[in-house]
């Protein structure tokens, strides 16, 4: 169910956002959970609601857990919907957790192939190179002396 109020703030937040007023979108973003959790008959938060407050969390250097279990718990809740993961994604970069945010920005994609932000985030990643005795760990001493030496020359 939608609350018309909590929405607003949302839109509001979002704008601020894009502004580049990280700071002012979370408090609106905190203003649509607080509303939709007073007037949402029990229902949990929109998930895109707490999705772009963990991302201005991370933004706003307020917190880095906090931001990544928001991030994850709107993506439990609604992964279906792109924007959700590229969050989850970008916070999850940011925490250096490369592995899940390669997998969370992967997963949007298969929901929207044609999403800018996703496959800007996915390229400005990389590829890894294979490693240099692939019949060891990435992690084996060997191949990360190996790969530094390599990539040193």
């Given at each position: 169910m939608l609350v018309y109020p909590a929405e607003e703030s949302f839109?509001?937040?979002?704008q601020q956002l894009e502004a580049g007023r990280p700071r002012v979108a979370l408090a609106f973003f905190n203003?649509?959970?607080?509303i939709e959790k007073r007037m949402g008959n029990g229902e949990p938060p929109q998930a895109r609601y707490v999705s772009y407050y963990g991302l201005c969390l991370y933004l706003t250097n307020s917190g880095m857990h906090e931001a990544v279990r928001c991030c994850r718990s709107a993506a439990?809740?609604?992964g279906y919907r792109p924007e959700v993961c590229w969050n989850l994604g970008r916070v999850l970069l940011a925490a250096g957790k490369r592995r899940e945010?390669?997998?969370?920005?992967?997963?949007g994609l298969r929901m929207q192939p044609d999403h800018r932000g996703l496959r800007l985030d996915l390229?400005?990643?990389?590829?890894r190179r294979r490693p240099c005795l692939p019949f060891l760990?990435?992690?084996n001493p060997l191949n990360v002396l190996l790969g530094r030496l390599i990539n040193a020359a």
């Open positions: 839109q509001k937040g979002f203003a649509a959970i607080e439990e809740r609604e945010a390669h997998r969370a920005l992967n997963w390229l400005r990643m990389g590829v760990g990435r992690q």
